[in-house]
């Protein structure tokens, strides 16, 4: 399936798993100021567009062109860094997030910390609760993330049990502070193999785009994406998964972990692709920043 804006025009909107929290206001939601934190999974790698700032476009732009439908005062940021760590966004990402003064913000941290560090879920949880409560403090509408279910992934699949355990942390986290849950858990989409890159550790362009539905219905906007409807997988076996399974880790895996852990010295630090609020346009370059804003 390829998906283009021609694909989404002209549709209704679709009925999802919703958030409680924050019903929309008249007009279709009450936000004018989107400011997107995390990682590579929010930056938007897996979802290659040359026409945008990074050379990709990702769940994040895909939320914030539909939030900016019809209201011309909208503005997106996207702070992003691919590669970082829990403890690296919200010391590199908050301050600079709150100077933007959004009404709404997305925040997902803490993935590569227990990928590629093995990292203990409830110690990540006390520091992202910390930072929760400082993005929180400027009164924006806060949607975190649930990691998804990798148990059918080899290698990544290891890590189930800690995700399932963060993603506990998460809940209680949001419970506590008021904030929107998209809950990518139990987005069963994101179990088929199409929803992510060939590297398996990215979304696809079909993965981007089934989150993007998740923060949306989550935030009860409604909206013109269709239902997902991608061709069927061919056919295989075990010994054939197995080989291919052997391939990726060669290929993607460890040469993934080991930029991550070991990054050479002089190498320039990856920077944010969106770093102002400024408006979306249909091309979805940024345009001009708002009046006052970084």
Same mark, same amino acid.
């Given at each position: 399936?390829?998906? @283009?804006?021609?694909?989404?025009?002209?549709?209704?909107?679709?009925?999802?798993?919703? !958030?409680?929290?924050?019903?929309? %206001?008249?007009?279709?939601?009450?936000?004018?100021?989107? *400011?997107?934190?995390?990682?590579?999974?929010?930056?938007?790698?897996?979802?290659?567009?040359?026409?945008?700032?990074?050379? *990709?476009?990702?769940?994040?732009?895909?939320?914030?062109?539909?939030?900016? %439908? =019809?209201?011309?005062?909208?503005?997106?940021? @996207?702070?992003?860094?691919?590669?970082?760590?829990?403890?690296?966004?919200?010391?590199?990402?908050?301050?600079?997030?709150?100077?933007?003064?959004?009404?709404?913000?997305?925040?997902?941290?803490?993935? &590569?910390?227990?990928?590629?560090?093995?990292?203990?879920?409830?110690?990540?949880?006390?520091?992202?609760?910390?930072?929760?409560?400082?993005?929180?403090?400027?009164?924006?509408?806060?949607?975190?993330?649930?990691? /998804?279910?990798?148990?059918?992934?080899?290698?990544?699949?290891?890590?189930?049990?800690?995700?399932?355990?963060? &993603?506990?942390?998460?809940?209680?986290? %949001?419970?506590?502070?008021?904030?929107?849950?998209?809950?990518?858990?139990?987005?069963?989409?994101?179990?088929?193999?199409?929803?992510?890159?060939?590297?398996?550790?990215?979304?696809?362009?079909? =993965?981007?785009?089934?989150?993007?539905?998740?923060?949306?219905?989550?935030?009860?906007? /409604?909206?013109?994406?269709?239902?997902?409807?991608?061709?069927?997988?061919?056919?295989?076996?075990?010994?054939?998964?197995?080989?291919?399974?052997?391939?990726?880790?060669?290929?993607?895996?460890?040469?993934? %972990?080991?930029?991550? *852990?070991?990054?050479?010295?002089?190498?320039?630090?990856?920077?944010?692709?969106?770093?102002?609020?400024?408006?979306?346009? !249909?091309?979805?370059? /940024?345009?001009?920043?708002?009046?006052?804003?970084?």
């Amino acid at each position: 399936m390829t998906i @283009n804006d021609k694909d989404l025009s002209g549709r209704q909107a679709q009925g999802g798993v919703r !958030s409680s929290g924050y019903p929309a %206001a008249a007009g279709g939601h009450p936000w004018r100021r989107y *400011v997107a934190l995390g990682d590579s999974f929010t930056e938007g790698v897996g979802d290659p567009d040359p026409r945008r700032p990074g050379g *990709v476009r990702g769940w994040a732009d895909r939320v914030a062109e539909e939030l900016s %439908a =019809g209201h011309t005062d909208f503005a997106y940021a @996207n702070l992003a860094v691919r590669g970082l760590l829990l403890e690296q966004i919200l010391a590199r990402q908050a301050g600079p997030a709150l100077v933007l003064q959004p009404d709404l913000i997305t925040l997902s941290a803490g993935g &590569n910390d227990m990928v590629f560090h093995g990292s203990d879920p409830d110690k990540l949880a006390d520091r992202l609760d910390d930072g929760v409560a400082l993005l929180r403090s400027c009164g924006a509408t806060l949607v975190l993330f649930t990691g /998804p279910d990798w148990g059918s992934t080899p290698v990544l699949g290891r890590n189930r049990s800690r995700v399932a355990v963060f &993603n506990e942390n998460i809940r209680e986290i %949001a419970s506590r502070h008021d904030a929107v849950i998209a809950d990518l858990w139990g987005l069963r989409e994101l179990r088929d193999r199409r929803m992510w890159d060939q590297d398996r550790l990215h979304l696809s362009p079909l =993965g981007h785009y089934a989150v993007a539905m998740r923060v949306l219905d989550a935030l009860r906007v /409604p909206h013109p994406l269709p239902p997902l409807q991608a061709g069927d997988l061919p056919r295989g076996d075990w010994r054939r998964a197995r080989a291919e399974d052997l391939v990726w880790a060669r290929q993607y895996l460890l040469p993934w %972990a080991w930029r991550r *852990v070991h990054r050479p010295a002089g190498v320039t630090e990856p920077t944010a692709k969106r770093p102002a609020a400024a408006p979306v346009n !249909s091309s979805g370059e /940024p345009a001009v920043a708002m009046e006052g804003q970084a």
